[in-house]
């Protein structure tokens, strides 16, 4: 296993950092390599929006469900899937554009993923820690407002870079016989494989809890999955232009 | 510039490759990579078929728009944004799952775009390449009924993976102060440096394509968003269980 794949497998989310400084010139380069990433017919609809002003941060914080790291951590980000500047290009040639496809919005939002993961992969290799925010949707319009995002640009998640004050342990991931299937998609034995992946993971938050905590991966999912998931979400993208046909 | 940032910039597709051949020990290494990606609330809502078929594979060439390489590349994968495996979750503690909701569709969407661009950068990092194939969504029904993906299961895009025998120039990205803003959005000079970015577009398909192809950026995003993007996709995606609410 090369030293990339070693840093790909040792990622986990960090959610304390130090003091010392993340300096503009690193940001750059990070964004920078977002950037290069692969993108959908070459539309690149990544913008990311550099919150600095702790009152816009403090307020970030407290939408995103008091995630005191969002004010906290040196730097933050939100990675916005953004069609604003294909309208202005139409524009720019007097052309129709034709906008509101679900296609349109599955490539703006996966160009975003694929950006941002290369930013994440960029600062872990100088050291750095990340974790992506997806909490910021829960309060989605106050965020369009306080960054005055315009039509056609949604706030697809943050993320909070820094130098890592904390070293928590990697995650067990399910088994890969259930995330990898050859030729087409058999989910017979998944639930066995599930079980028994249930067993690692509660075995994971016992030994990371003192035994505080020991729920398995499918009890979390069931759990979670009994409630609604930001329903506000649909008609939310609906008024920005996306998901209208 | 550390070695893994400089792996992330020269990223490129790769649509020829030579007749070497990719083991299965290798992609098992890029998908647990994938796997170790960030995972919105421990969702883990990827699922990646390997597709060996010959006719399949030249189905799924056919169906995504001619595209030889999807049918002749040493490996073909199939990322899947994947909520199955949580409606059995569900079951397994007899608990109701509350599914069709935008929001699971976004994080189950940039769940899969993670996860892959970890595939595409440990391949690359072994000297691969790889290419996106989101012509798939072409005939989504087609390539689901294919792949015989159950219900909460959708086909996001393609990979095709080998190694390269071709070396295409590194393509032009947007300027930096376009996709990165400070605390607000603000797209006032954003025309301004986007016709200067067209020139560079403009020279870089030039060079390339020998004075035949000098499209610029804004061009050709006006010309492609005259046309009607993939409109069978939100009937389609409701369909299977997804964006209902």
Same mark, same amino acid.
């Given at each position: 296993?090369?030293?990339?794949? $070693?840093?790909?497998?040792s %990622?986990?989310?960090?959610?304390?950092?130090?003091?010392?400084?993340?300096e503009?010139?690193?940001?750059?380069? *990070?964004?920078?390599?977002?950037?290069a990433? &692969?993108?959908?017919?070459?539309?690149?609809?990544?913008?990311?929006?550099?919150?600095?002003?702790?009152?816009?941060?403090?307020? =970030?914080?407290?939408? &995103? +469900?008091n995630?005191?790291?969002?004010?906290?951590?040196?730097?933050?980000?939100?990675?916005?899937?953004?069609?604003?500047?294909?309208?202005i290009?139409?524009?720019?040639?007097?052309?129709?554009?034709?906008?509101?496809?679900?296609?349109?919005?599955?490539?703006?939002?996966?160009?975003?993923?694929?950006?941002?993961?290369?930013?994440?992969?960029?600062?872990?290799?100088?050291?750095?820690?990340?974790?992506?925010?997806?909490?910021?949707?829960?309060? /989605?319009?106050?965020?369009?407002?306080a960054?005055?995002? #315009?039509?056609?640009?949604? #706030?697809?998640?943050g993320?909070?870079?820094?130098?890592?004050? $904390?070293?928590?342990?990697?995650?067990?991931? =399910?088994?890969?016989?259930?995330?990898?299937?050859?030729?087409? *998609?058999?989910d017979?034995?998944?639930?066995?494989? /599930?079980?028994?992946?249930? $067993?690692?993971?509660?075995t *994971?938050?016992?030994?990371?809890t +003192? +035994?505080?905590?020991?729920?398995?991966?499918?009890? $979390?999912?069931?759990?979670?999955?009994?409630?609604? &998931?930001?329903? %506000?979400?649909?008609?939310f =993208?609906?008024?920005?232009?996306?998901?209208?046909?």
């Open positions: 296993m090369n030293q990339v794949i $070693q840093l790909l497998n %990622h986990r989310s960090i959610r304390k950092f130090t003091s010392q400084a993340v503009q010139e690193q940001i750059n380069q *990070y964004i920078q390599a977002g950037q990433a &692969a993108t959908s017919s070459f539309i690149q609809a990544c913008t990311v929006i550099q919150v600095n002003h702790p009152d816009t941060r403090a307020s =970030l914080a407290e939408w &995103a +469900g995630q005191t790291y969002v004010k906290d951590a040196p730097r933050f980000l939100v990675f916005c899937a953004d069609m604003n500047r294909h309208r290009s139409c524009e720019m040639h007097d052309s129709e554009m034709l906008s509101g496809f679900t296609e349109q919005f599955i490539t703006a939002t996966v160009d975003c993923a694929l950006f941002a993961q290369n930013v994440a992969i960029a600062a872990e290799s100088e050291g750095l820690g990340v974790v992506y925010i997806g909490g910021l949707r829960n309060k /989605i319009n106050h965020v369009t407002d960054l005055s995002l #315009p039509q056609l640009v949604y #706030p697809v998640f993320m909070c870079l820094g130098y890592p004050d $904390q070293d928590p342990e990697v995650k067990p991931r =399910l088994p890969l016989e259930v995330v990898l299937k050859q030729d087409r *998609y058999d017979s034995t998944d639930a066995e494989l /599930i079980a028994t992946y249930d $067993q690692t993971v509660r *994971y938050y016992q030994q990371r +003192g +035994g505080q905590k020991e729920m398995s991966w499918s009890e $979390q999912i069931s759990t979670m999955l009994r409630k609604e &998931a930001r329903p %506000h979400m649909l008609s =993208l609906q008024s920005r232009g996306y998901l209208r046909r």
